[in-house]
């Protein structure tokens, strides 16, 4: 065997050592779990040609999402539905949250989707998802002081107007187009 | 468009199982062994060596069962420690087999046995009864607060592994250690499946005793200081460790199982008041035994400068013995520069005794170099890592103190081996993980990894749905 392949061979094969470690390190960095966090609203619609490059970023299926609620998307969206929520009253007041199609959780665990920080709230308090017919629906999920929709405590799931106030302890959502 | 809304919103990410990336790294970890295969094999005789198919396949073999068994009964575990492994057994398997090729280490077989038996085969069936209780363990294991139950089981069953070697006539004296037990044809290191059980037994009593120990303490020259009472067990382990290191002349293992209770202490606790004393409690133990047993002193001559010793101890004493060891270890290292002299192309043979075993790692160092020394220690050190990362993904504390206690405990070993192989500290008869020849380390360590991907499933594992409500469902409302 001539001396220069077997010199290939040896920094061949340590390159390919390397070459796996760096693989794992990437498998480690992409495997980091904990909460995703995504920029929200208007103003990053507004700036999306300066932020294309953080757009690549996000999952697909969030990007088509975020897309669908802009008003000059054409005919897709259900005409009437509505786009956002928004956290309207509280210690989050100016919250909102894109509504994809994702079920809302809320409640003072950690995991909920919006976390309030609120002392009449549960931990898991309520929900609200999509229906169906893609319809909203605000659920009560067994909290200790209750949900309202306008001034009725809820019972059952129930459908939300557009506009109608969900009042969780100190903390009023609304959902808006 | 009126409400402020340049906010964020923080969403849990749902956790996949990732089990395509771990079968990707593990085709990619078999690979590596089959190209360092054919490079010792060209670089000593000049052709593909004929034994590459059934190793390439065997290995191969192994890693898709251990997949296969993780993919079914542990979906959500680390994608990284199995491959990382494989990687580390199969580079051992052929390192293992490199130096059966050398014609020093048979003729000195040959010499001292009267015949030559090659190691690499022995080795991939221990491999393969490794890869046995891996599954094993995954498949009998199917919650690891089970192992909460067997604390105090767990404490008598690790001071019988550690005192079988002392048992007349069941445990061996093999070149000044008594480490091994003999039963049937086999020798078993009981020390390496003692250092599981000991895990268990630490986890589960400083589960119940830490807030003892980190509370109820008097302040001393701005240390916390625990009452005497629970200073019993610390102590008792030391006395152990101390008795293992003057009965059995295994300086590695007492090192190893004190580092390990004094980890899992400081963990518990969160006191460095347990490292300040575990340290000096150790020091003070390691100078009273090291300037008695004359077996440690040789070893120590041997670390503080072995070039030196090697001339003046007398002519086959033990101590010239273990000086020339140490310096054939230290010349491995040193002609091996930063990239090695290749597979296949080193003298580390020279060590001669325990060439694949104790001072396998030299023979990484000659052959690949200061590179593949860090890819080891690199490969090592993230085997640790995503020990740790689990311990801090657990959600029950007896998970975590488990965890923490495996990878400290690897760790350790890590360190001790290395380290005295390196010189940086006396060398000690340890094995390293899945790279030095021994069937008992082998599988034991195999064992270590099945218990943290059951821990690691666990705690990757996404929550349950909250339960659905039954009182929400289709009650009728008065309104007022």
Redesign the interface.
Known sequence: MSELTLTVMRLGFLAVLWLFVIVAVQVIRSDLFGTRVTQRGSRRQEARPQQSGRQQAAPPQQRGAQQAPQPAGGGRSRRGAPTKLVVSEGTLTGTTVALQGQTITLGRAHDSTIVLDDDYASSRHARIYPDRDGQWIVEDLGSTNGTYLDRTRLTTPTPIPLGAPIRIGKTVIELRK | ?S???????????E?PS?RN?ELA?LA??VA?PV??YL?VG??LD?EVPSGMLGYGLGLALLATVAHLVVRKWAPYAD??LL??AT?LNGMGLVLIWRLDQSPRLISLAKRSYGAFSPSAPNQMMYSAIGIAMFVGVLLLLKDHRVLQRYTYISMVVALVLLLLPLVPGLGTDVFGAKIWIRIGGFSIQPGEFAKLVLAVFFSGYLMVKRDALALASRRFMGLYLPRGRDLGPILTIWAVSLLILVFENDLGTSLLFFGMFVIMLYVATERTSWIVMGLLMAVAGAVVVGSTASHVQSRVAAWLDPFECLKTAPEGSNMAYACDQMTQVLMSFGSGGI?????G?GNSDLIQFAANSDFIFATVGEE??L??VM?FL??YG?II??GIRTSL?ARDPFGKLLAMGLSGAFALQIFVVAGGVMGLIPLTGMTMPFLAYGGSSVIANWALIGILIRISDTA?RP?PS?AP?P?????Q?V?P
């Open positions: 468009m409400v402020v809304t340049n906010t964020t919103t923080i969403g849990a990410i956790a990732r990336t790294l990619f970890a590596i190209f360092a490079n060209l670089a000049g994608p990284l491959p990382l990687l990239l090695g002299t290749g597979l192309q690949l170099g590179t593949g890819v690199l490969l993230l890592e995503r993904a990757r929550a909250p409500n009182d929400a469902e289709m009650t409302v309104r």
